[in-house]
């Protein structure tokens, strides 16, 4: 079945084609963190959902190339180095290297490149003096660069294409706002922030004087470094589709004139107990909250991969103890497979296959397809406990039950209980065999077993094992 999904930018359920269908690429940026504490629940949910759609893409055959900037200069992060008297990169070093660990916790797929801006602020340049040249963009008194929402229509190009926006509202309050300002109309956004004595070491020279990027114009930068001037899919959380992704068309399809995104991606927010997350109200969750509380990364990207991706997500405690049992009952029924397949090898077992993914085809249709898994270990277990399942049948079952959770990525409870040493040995052993170095690989497979570990070599990658 066609993959359909709903792009923001015509408002409908559309096939995904990409621009290269024949080679079957498929470019796709995610907006990633902004490093300056450690991601919370909401955040993880937006990721997830990236890495759910990259997941199901990959398993449709498509080599995608996954891009999630890291944005490691902005206000709030400018305003903690000054607090904290330290460096940028310290600062930011420390929240960039505890995402990627969550990000690793929740089983995600490492992105394929991980961009920050701080390294690209020759290319964040290049694209306002893009804008300027074009005569979209212009400096201020202050020195910053603003982008010129009127100039840019005026060009016949369209502002406010991911949501209808009342512009004449917005040059309404011109006149009010328009004295704390140094630009031209209120709509419009910097690309380029002049120095102010708060931003301490933070700034770089330009051709406008010393300064800083604005927020947007990294993203549309970097996007089109890693993926070109035209790339397949976007993906956000929905806050951001004004103004960030709004500017980065507007910044995009000013300079090269080329149509930005073909498809965009938004992920609907998550409440905790109902209400929006606030420290305040004490339902503020970090990953690491919830690990201390006793829950594994795994119960968390269950839980997070329960609800569509459109719809507003209640998360709470409880919701995280049913998320264990439901894994309980898969690991169960996965584990009597194993028990029956023993060494037997078979092809998968299509009907379960087919069945899930046809629900994902549908917009990540994620409630059917769970309840496709469900009644899957309903039926499973009904054959195993009526013994009608030969070591054929259960090997024909469990290669059903991993092309599955390719896409899923729960994996097993053994394999999320490995301990970090273990997996480290395993990613060494695989690295061995990658640089085709197998006396190494076949040492370490040695010294895992010694640790009471197995490690199996599968078309998925590989599987660590309990002895
Ligand atoms: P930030 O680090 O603030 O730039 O946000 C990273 C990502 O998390 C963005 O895609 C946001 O849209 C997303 N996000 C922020 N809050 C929530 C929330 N409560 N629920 C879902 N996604 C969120
Ligand atoms: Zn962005």
Redesign the pocket.
Known sequence: MALKLFNTLTRSLQEFVPLDPARKNVGMY???????DF?????????V?ADLVRRTLEFSGYHVTHVMNI?DVEDKIIKRVREQKTTLREFTGKFETAFLDDLKTLGCREPHQKPRATEHIAEIIGLIEKLVARGVAYKAADGSVYFSIEKYRGCGCGYGQLLKLNLDEMRAGERVASDEYEKESVADFALWKAYVPEDGDVTWDSPWGKGRPGWHIECSAMSIKALGETFDLH??????KFPHHEDEIAQSEGATGKPFVKFWL??????VEGK??SKSLGNFFTLRDLLAKGFTGREVRYLLLTSHYRET?NFTLEGLSGARAALARIDECVGKLRELAGATTAAAEMRFVDQFSDALADDLNISAAWASVFEWVRETNKRIADNSLSAQDAAAALAAWEKVDSVLGIGTKAEAEAPAEIQALANARSEAKKARDFKKADAIRDELKAKGWIIEDTPKGLKLKKI
């Open positions: 995610c907006c990633g963190p902004t490093v300056y991601a919370h629940i909401g955040n993880w949910r937006t990721f959902f944005t993906l956000g959380g929905e806050d951001l938004h992920g609907a927010h998550l409440l929006k997350m997500f």
